[in-house]
Nanobody, 115 residues
């Protein structure tokens, strides 16, 4: 059984920083990519950032230059460094692991940006 455990969410003031972590455990055979998505109240879940096994990264336009995704392949862990946070970044952030043949989701971690 595969599990994704996220951590690092919380309350932060505008302009602040947070670092999210997502650790995967279980019977993992082939990870193609890992990514972060977010869902704000009343909105659809959207891609924030993704990183492939080869290190290729892609970001949503709204977070480019502020967020950085990275991964530790040996630990099956992906990170999201979030800087210059804005109130519109407030959402539940979900980790996703894309493998062959299944995709897995974490339980989500709340990020609230407010003064």
């Amino acid at each position: 059984q595969v599990q994704l455990v996220e951590s690092g969410g919380g309350l932060v003031q505008p302009g602040g920083s947070l670092r999210l972590s997502c650790a995967a455990s279980g019977s993992i055979f082939s990870i193609n990519a890992m990514g972060w998505y977010r869902q704000a109240p009343g909105k659809q879940r959207e891609l924030v950032a993704v990183i492939t096994s080869g290190g290729y990264t892609n970001y949503a336009d709204s977070v480019k230059g502020r967020f950085t995704i990275s991964r530790d392949n040996a630990k099956n862990t992906v990170y999201l460094q979030m800087n210059s946070l804005k109130p519109e970044d407030t959402a539940v952030y979900y980790c996703k692991m894309i493998t062959t043949p299944y995709d897995y989701w974490g339980q989500g971690t709340q990020v609230t940006v407010s003064s």
